[in-house]
């Protein structure tokens, strides 16, 4: 606290990452990143882009969104890209989230939306997730400026349909709606082909988990034209170029590797069956995930509790002190090397 804080500043409680350990050794399924190194054709153009440095890159990433329009089959016009999906959530929620009516999203989720509420003096009401830890659309039937749901949802990991985002779209026509899917790659369904059809309709996407480039902080956006305006609007009364020509370049090269998207999923989704499944041997319950995670509670010991000892023992996983998740762990699925060493500390412990 300091005489020199604007109120605002004064007022902040900021969103608290995940550790970043300092120390090699340590297994790492904290943060819900890809365990996997990235596409070689992504790292290498990165290296070929440093002949770049010299310039300000392109400040709108004309390539980057000419790949990623191309990939999901939009116009490059419906293409916004941000430092990291944090960023272009946080343009997100000035530019189409602020309205006299309270935006609403679950009261368990990512738990930057709050902070970015407080940020940007957004009224909010949180929706309580029903007794399965689902989103229930029915219960987003209350008056709103405005709705965000992460798509998986995190920390739960559990998805809903396409078409179920379909009805929630339906019921708010006069309200954006904005999908955070930042987790959809590792099996859930992406809400992108709506697009199309409905104008109040803004996805959110990340590099930082299905292309393992979490390091290179690179998010984007897709929807109409005039809600990727909007974005563009506060962006360019922000910073002109949030994407260095590192970023532009190894995200489109990434993009365009299919083959290795194709193949680190696959194993991904195969390591998270193998975890699920070990989990529930040792006695815990997990949450039916479509994610890169797995969020579960055991019966027996209390989350805080579990997530100290295997700190202890050199195994991060993450651990939320808020009512109604407090026992649960939410654990990023790594190799398998690291899924085993987790099990067997976690079989040493309980
Ligand atoms: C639901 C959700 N959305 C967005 C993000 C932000 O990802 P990034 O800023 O790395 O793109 C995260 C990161 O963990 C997340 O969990």
């Not at 696959?266 to 040792?282: C, F, K, P, T």
Request: proline share 7%; hydrophobic share 40%.
């Amino acid at each position: 606290m300091s005489r020199f804080w604007s109120p605002v500043v004064q007022n902040l409680s900021p969103y608290v990452p995940g550790e970043q350990p300092r120390q090699d050794g340590v297994v790492k399924l904290n943060t819900n990143e890809n365990p996997y190194p990235p596409s070689a054709h992504a790292l290498a153009a990165i290296a070929s882009a440093a002949d770049r440095l010299r310039l300000y890159p392109d400040p709108s990433a004309l390539a980057l969104r000419e790949t990623i329009a191309d990939h999901y089959g939009v116009a490059p016009e419906e293409v916004f890209v941000g430092n990291g999906s944090d960023e272009v959530l946080a343009h997100t929620f000035q530019a189409l989230l602020k309205h006299d009516a309270p935006l609403l999203f679950p009261d368990i989720t990512y738990s930057f939306y709050p902070v970015y509420c407080s940020l940007y003096g957004i009224r909010y009401e949180e929706v309580p997730l029903d007794a399965a830890m689902g989103v229930e659309i029915a219960d987003y039937r209350l008056p709103c400026g405005a709705i965000i749901l992460p798509n998986p949802n995190a920390p739960t990991g559990i998805g809903l349909s396409r078409e179920t985002i379909g009805r929630l779209l339906a019921e708010h026509p006069d309200q954006p709606v904005v999908i955070d899917e930042a987790y959809v790659d590792f099996g859930g369904e992406s809400a992108v082909p709506l697009v199309a059809r409905h104008d109040n309709l803004l996805i959110v996407q990340t590099l930082s988990k299905s292309r393992a480039l979490a390091g290179l902080r690179v998010g984007f956006a897709i929807g109409q034209r005039p809600l990727i305006e909007a974005l563009e609007r506060v962006k360019d009364s922000f910073n002109s170029y949030p994407l260095d020509c590192l970023a532009i370049a190894g995200a489109a090269a990434a993009i365009k590797d299919g083959a290795w998207f194709a193949e680190t999923r696959q194993r991904i989704m195969a390591s998270r069956q193998s975890l699920v499944r070990d989990l529930s041997e040792l006695g815990f319950e997990v949450l039916p995930s479509v994610a890169n995670f797995v969020f579960g509670r055991h019966r027996g010991y209390s989350g805080a509790d579990l997530a100290a000892r295997l700190r202890e023992r050199g195994v991060l996983v993450r651990h939320f002190g808020k009512p109604r998740i407090e026992d649960f762990l939410r654990i990023t699925v790594g190799t398998e090397e690291q899924c085993s060493r987790l099990i067997a500390v976690l079989r040493d412990l309980i």
